[in-house]
């Protein structure tokens, strides 16, 4: 339960007489609406306010159903739009009975001006439980103030919106007027719920956000389909529960003494909330950092250590060269390894160099540190496309990447007779890795293409879209990807572009230098499905 659901609760247990038990002594309601009609009769006869011929007694018959009498003698039966029960003692009666509403003035824009005592509330000023004087202030002039006392507002009002989005209950806002500093207005759209007895405002400002007391308000909305709009004529019909006027000052005292309970509980529960939306990511991060230090799964010392997969790579790549699949310069003579001092050294040639400062962290012995071009036989930016409306041949791009996974369905198409000048290692292989290159929000995502998941003959990368083929047999796509989307990689990707603060690029040359912690292939296949086994596990919760 959220902290606004508990606070609905508190208050819908109030209206209904649940919330403090009752008091035989108490003076009932009944007695409490005679004097309200006195009141009534008395500002009638001063000519303060004009006779109500609507006005009606609700009462309970012999047969225990609710009828409303009205002035006329009519008698109707109202069981029906009574939402529930209340004690005895309590009574039943419309907002119009206990209190008249004041519509706000149209005041005109050249009505205001600078500065003056007299602030005119406007929609944007008049919040749940607060003013907001401060937003966009405007004023009129003392004689126009005079002119329009009827909308000037009293002490003990509670001031309303009745204007807003249609159907979604974003008004209705209501404020109880605790102290005047300065004369306000009520300009057109905001409304004054004045009550003949005023301490009755303590009790109505809480009883008019109970749940089913909106519920009652918003039947009478109308409006256009945007723009929703509630009249003072079918405010004054709502109808409301009344509890004597001494359970009243108790169901007020008791709300006082639990909301800020509720503001607590609400924190507690939107820290509980934040924790919990953040609590997958953060897992899926540890996991696939410990994955990627040697962490997730035990080293067996049967596993072939790295530095044999490494000399079958390079073995593969010069088969590949002599077959004519691969250029020579695919085959990078980069090895690195650890010298005597306990730093870390990279020999390209005969050219050594110290790397110490590029390495991230430690890896396990059987794990070698190796750049992603060494183990790669394609890494190649996407080419520009020339799209087409024929849905023949996919043309994967940025948005198709998601760190969710891989999906088709973003993709656009080219234009089938420019397949042609596309050679074939453009097109996409299964299991390829397809990393975002360019782009604030969209740099450095990743995802594996599947071509189980193209039902389209073939696909094509995009030219902000780096396609990575590793040597698959030796070095696992879902383990690289797992690297990439650790945080040892995402964290600083920003750090490894180019390119302007709103145009970053993740060149070519940079993405095949990317050093990576290579761990013998079949620990590869462990970790890959220890990763997938406490992901699964994540999401599950």
């Known amino acids: 339960m959220t902290g606004k659901q508990l606070k609905n609760s508190i208050l819908q247990w109030a209206i209904q007489g649940k919330l403090v038990p009752q008091d035989p002594n108490d003076e009932p309601a009944s007695v409490l609406l005679e004097k309200i009609r006195a009141e009534k009769a008395r500002l009638v006869k001063e000519g303060k306010i004009k006779k109500d011929k609507k006005e009606s007694i609700i009462y309970r018959g012999d047969d225990n159903s609710h009828y409303e009498k009205f002035a006329d003698g009519t008698v109707v039966c109202i069981d029906d739009e009574i939402p529930f029960d209340v004690p005895n003692g309590w009574e039943w009666c419309r907002i119009s009975d206990i209190a008249s509403i004041v519509g706000g003035y149209a005041y005109k824009s050249y009505d205001f001006i600078s500065s003056s005592q007299n602030q005119v509330l406007r929609l944007g000023n008049i919040k749940n439980d607060f003013l907001k004087l401060d937003a966009s202030p405007v004023y009129i002039s003392d004689d126009l103030a005079i002119k329009t006392e009827k909308f000037r507002c009293h002490l003990d009002d509670i001031l309303i919106t009745m204007t807003g989005t249609r159907k979604k209950r974003d008004y209705f806002f209501s404020y109880k007027v605790k102290s005047i500093n300065h004369d306000c207005f009520i300009n057109q759209r905001v409304g004054a719920i004045r009550f003949y007895i005023k301490e009755l405002s303590n009790y109505m400002i809480y009883a008019l956000k109970a749940e089913s007391i909106l519920h009652n308000v918003f039947q009478y909305e109308t409006g256009t389909a945007n723009q929703g709009n509630l009249g003072s004529e079918n405010i004054a019909k709502v109808f409301i529960p009344l509890p004597p006027l001494a359970e009243q000052h108790r169901i007020v005292e008791k709300i006082q003494e639990l909301l800020p309970v509720v503001d607590q509980y609400d924190s507690a529960q939107s820290k509980l909330d934040n924790l919990n939306k953040d609590i997958k990511p953060l897992l899926r991060k540890s996991i696939l950092q410990e994955a990627i230090q040697g962490r997730l799964v035990p080293q067996d010392p049967n596993d072939k250590p790295a530095a044999v997969l490494l000399q079958r790579i390079k073995e593969e790549k010069l088969r590949l060269v002599k077959e004519g699949k691969l250029k020579k310069k695919n085959v990078v003579d980069s090895v690195i390894f650890k010298g005597d ?16 400062e590029d390495i991230p962290f430690e890896i396990p012995e059987s794990w070698c540190w190796v750049r992603l071009d060494s183990v790669c036989k394609y890494i190649q930016r996407g080419k520009s496309p020339k799209y087409s409306l024929v849905k023949k041949y996919p043309v994967i791009a940025q948005k198709c990447n998601q760190w969710s996974g891989f999906s088709i369905d973003k993709a656009q ?40 998941l193209n039902p389209y003959e073939l696909a094509v990368a995009d030219s902000h879209v780096t396609v990575i083929r590793p040597l698959k047999e030796y070095v696992l796509s879902e383990y690289l990807y797992a690297y990439f989307a650790s945080n040892t990689v995402q964290s600083v990707i920003e750090d490894k572009s180019d390119g302007s603060t709103k145009q970053k690029e993740l060149a070519t040359s940079t993405v095949k230098s990317y050093l990576i912690p290579l761990p013998p292939i079949d620990e590869q296949k462990r970790i890959v499905a220890k990763i997938d086994e406490a992901l699964a596990g994540i999401m599950s919760r």
């Open 413 to 452: 198409f080219i234009e089938p007779i420019s397949l042609s000048s596309y050679g074939e290692e453009r097109k996409l292989q299964d299991r390829d890795l397809l990393w975002n290159s360019t782009g604030l929000g969209t740099l450095g995502r990743m995802a594996i293409y599947y071509s189980r």
């Open 341 to 356: 001092d306990n730093r870390y050294f990279e020999k390209i040639g005969k050219e050594v160099t110290c790397i110490d």
